[in-house]
C-alpha cells in the first residue's frame, strides 16, 4: 500500500481512536511512563508540537514541562519544508497554519542545540522507531542534522511493519506505546 492511502487510513483510525472512552487510560499510561523515564528527568528543553485533535495530546507534556521549570519550544512550518522551534511560555498566542497546526506567536527562535528532547509526531509506527508523517518530510529534514534525544507517544493502533522506511527516513530513539483497553 503506498503511503498516501496508509496516511489516509491512518487518520481515519486515529479519529474513531479520539472519540474513544478508553483512549484516555492509554494517554495516562503513556504520560506516567514517560515522566517518570530517565530521557524525561535528564531533558531541561523540550521540543514539541501542539496536537491536532486526533493526535497523541501533547497540552499535557506541555503544562507537566512548564510546571517542572522546563524550557517548552513549539515548531513553526516554514518555506522550503524547513522547521524552526520557538520557545513558548505560559502566555504565547497561538494562531493556526495552513496545515491546520497551531503555532506559536514568538521571535525567541530554540538553537536545536539548546532543545534536550524533541517529541516526534507521527501517524505509522514501527516497533523500531521508524514513522511514516503528514508528508511533508518537515520532521526528517530537522532530525537530519539534530543531535539531541527523541521520543514519540504511539498508540498500539499506529504500529505497522508491513512498510519499508525511505533512505531519508530517521528512525526515533523511543516510542512510548499505548495499548488500549478492552
Not at 28 to 39: A, N, P
Not at 74 to 92: A, C, D, G, H, M
Not at 129 to 139: S, V
Not at 156 to 178: A, K, Y
Amino acid at each position: 500500500m503506498e503511503k498516501q492511502k496508509m496516511r489516509q487510513l491512518m487518520i481515519q483510525r486515529l479519529e474513531k481512536i479520539a472519540v474513544d472512552k478508553r483512549r484516555q487510560p492509554q494517554v495516562e499510561s503513556i504520560y506516567r511512563e514517560f515522566f517518570q523515564s530517565d530521557l524525561w528527568q535528564a531533558a531541561k528543553s523540550v521540543g514539541v508540537t501542539i496536537a491536532t485533535d486526533f493526535e497523541f495530546p501533547t497540552a499535557p507534556l506541555i503544562q507537566q514541562a512548564l510546571a517542572e521549570g522546563k524550557k517548552v519550544a513549539v515548531p513553526k512550518s516554514l518555506p522550503k519544508r524547513q522547521l524552526v522551534f520557538y520557545w513558548i511560555n505560559e502566555s504565547t498566542t497561538f494562531v493556526a497554519s495552513k496545515f491546520g497546526v497551531e503555532e506559536p506567536v514568538s521571535e525567541a527562535v530554540a538553537d536545536p542545540t539548546e532543545l534536550d528532547l524533541i517529541i516526534v509526531p507521527g501517524l505509522i509506527f514501527k516497533n523500531n522507531g521508524y514513522r511514516i508523517g503528514f508528508g511533508g518530510g518537515f520532521y526528517d529534514r530537522f532530525l537530519s542534522s539534530y543531535s539531541g534525544k527523541t521520543a514519540s507517544f504511539v498508540f498500539s493502533e499506529q504500529l505497522m511493519e508491513s512498510w519499508q522506511p525511505e533512505p531519508f527516513d530517521l528512525p526515533v530513539q523511543q516510542l512510548f506505546i499505548g495499548k488500549m483497553e478492552e
